[in-house]
């Protein structure tokens, strides 16, 4: 069997898309494992299907690279967007994720905004294996924590450079605290408007950056009191902007850039 597939990125975040509109979905977690394969495979941080919907132009359901499932992604929402926009000539579309509807717009620039849906900050929703403060949480570098449909964990430090994400990041993502893992951000703060983020993808390793992430990030700055409302968040890959006032959808703005389509065939 054969699957259509388009490659794009956002700031080197990659993605794939399947557009699964018009046909069953063969998708399981093992093939969605050996799309994700970069030397077997296609090779991306995430896959998104594309299924038929009622209510919105599409419904979207993620992989990560190694084949486990997630709710959201917002570099790969924000690539389904971009197309269905020029599919319809329009500057706007309705998508739905696990997490909702998801309102989708192209800027004047030619990025693309999507309402990312609430931030979760219950220990529960996380989730955390036990009830905790969620702004500070009992490890080594008080991390603060929250979810957008995954669960991120924020550590705050004063030299990115300093640290090394691989060494780092596996033992945070795995922690017992978290029973699900973690994504985890590393974040400087230039000032209240600019962070840097670098990051460990919960199921992916090191990317050039995260829409999710990024978004986790800055909630997690903003509950913390160290952000203001609108963040410009500096990833490897290049730059996104992240608005959240305190309550409600947090809103996301970053590039999409198509990279090649091509067909994977599969038994």
């Keep these: 069997m054969s699957l259509s597939f388009h490659k794009m990125h956002a700031n080197g975040d990659d993605f ?61 929402t924000r690539g389904v967007a971009a197309r269905l926009m020029g599919e319809s000539n329009k500057a706007s579309v309705v998508l739905r994720t696990e997490r909702g509807l998801h309102t989708c717009e192209r800027t004047a620039t030619g990025a693309i905004t999507v309402s990312m849906g609430e931030p979760h900050c219950g220990w529960s929703d996380i989730p955390l294996a036990r009830d905790l403060d969620t702004t500070v949480l009992p490890l080594e570098g008080m991390p603060a924590a ?19 994400i691989a060494s780092i990041g596996p033992g945070i993502e795995t922690h017992a605290l978290f029973p699900l893992k973690t994504n985890v951000h590393f974040v400087q703060i230039i000032n209240r408007r600019q962070i840097r983020l670098r990051i460990w993808e919960r199921g992916g390793g090191i990317p050039q950056g995260s829409g999710s992430c990024a978004c986790g990030a800055v909630v997690n700055g903003i509950r913390r009191g160290l952000l203001d409302e609108c963040v410009e968040v500096a990833c490897d890959g290049g730059n996104v902007t992240v608005q959240w006032t305190g309550a409600g959808q947090v809103l996301l703005t970053g590039p999409v850039e198509a990279t090649f389509s091509g067909t994977f065939t599969h038994s």
């Design 16 to 76: 794939v898309i399947v557009d699964l509109r018009n046909s069953s979905n063969p998708i399981t977690n093992v093939l969605a494992r050996r799309m994700g394969d970069r030397n077997l495979g296609i090779g991306f941080n995430q896959l998104a299907v594309m299924l038929k919907c009622d209510d919105a132009a599409a419904q979207v359901l993620f992989w990560n690279a190694d084949g486990s499932p997630l709710e959201v992604c917002g570099s790969a």
């Design 146 to 164: 929250c979810s957008m449909g995954n669960p991120h964990c924020t550590y705050f430090v004063d030299d990115l450079a300093a640290l090394d």
